[in-house]
């Protein structure tokens, strides 16, 4: 028990030292949230909490959009997790779980602790978080806000694209169920964004 806290402990401080520069909202505290919030579904579903909250901190690592060398990124975590003593097959578990939780590869994790992972990352992605890493990742891939007449690639339209169909993709009650009102917010603030972009006058279009 002891073991794995510490453990954990060194996990953090990887991720913090591999995310902490990241403006994409890919940043350290993403993983953070991710990391907790799979510990908290992992109690409620009977998972391993341990596992769990080890894919959450490793989830992004290897992802192509973050490293220029994905397979190095992942061989050097895989360093990392050995000198902290970490058993061969539980390592296997945890980068067998990230490789399916990204939303991109359309696939899903087989074991229980790899869904719940996928299921914070989601709700990362919806609700007051989801709505600022949004604009965020956005932004420093620049994308424009908004754009009414060609809005194939701008921020608000990955709202439709992706994120309003989220929480239908969820595997647990637990993440269903908080993914409710962060799902309501979402669509609250996009008729509050169409209301105030329509308001200045009727021809802005
Ligand atoms: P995953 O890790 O599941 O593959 P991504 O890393 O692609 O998901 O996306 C993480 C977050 O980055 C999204 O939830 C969203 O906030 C933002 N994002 C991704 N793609 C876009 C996009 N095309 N436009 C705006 N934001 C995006
Ligand atoms: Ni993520």
Not at 8 to 35: N, P, Q, S
Not at 81 to 91: A, C, F, P, S, W
Request: hydrophobic share 40%; charged share 30%; with cysteine.
């Amino acid at each position: 028990m002891m073991e794995q806290k510490r453990q954990l402990e060194e996990m953090e401080r990887y991720a913090y030292t591999i995310f902490r520069k990241d403006a994409t909202g890919h940043d350290f505290y993403h993983m953070k949230r991710v990391a907790k919030m799979g510990r908290k579904i992992a109690f409620e579903e009977g998972a391993d909490p341990f596992l769990t909250e080890a894919i959450g901190w490793m989830h992004d690592i290897g992802d192509h959009k973050l490293f220029d060398e994905p397979a190095d990124a992942v061989a050097e975590a895989q360093g990392f997790l050995r000198r902290i003593g970490l058993e061969e097959n539980v390592m296997r578990e945890i980068f067998q779980a990230c490789r399916n939780i990204p939303f991109s590869k359309g696939r899903t994790p087989d074991t229980l602790e790899g869904k719940i992972i996928q299921d914070a990352d989601r709700l990362d992605a919806i609700g007051a978080i989801g709505i600022a890493r949004t604009f965020a990742f956005g932004g420093a891939a620049s994308r424009l806000i908004h754009w009414p007449n060609d809005p194939k690639h701008s921020s608000v339209q990955h709202f439709y694209d992706k994120l309003l169909k989220l929480k239908e993709t969820l595997h647990t009650k637990t993440a269903l169920r908080m993914a409710e009102s962060r799902h309501a917010y979402m669509q609250d603030f996009l008729n509050r964004f169409f209301e105030e972009w329509e308001m200045p006058c009727d021809d802005i279009r």
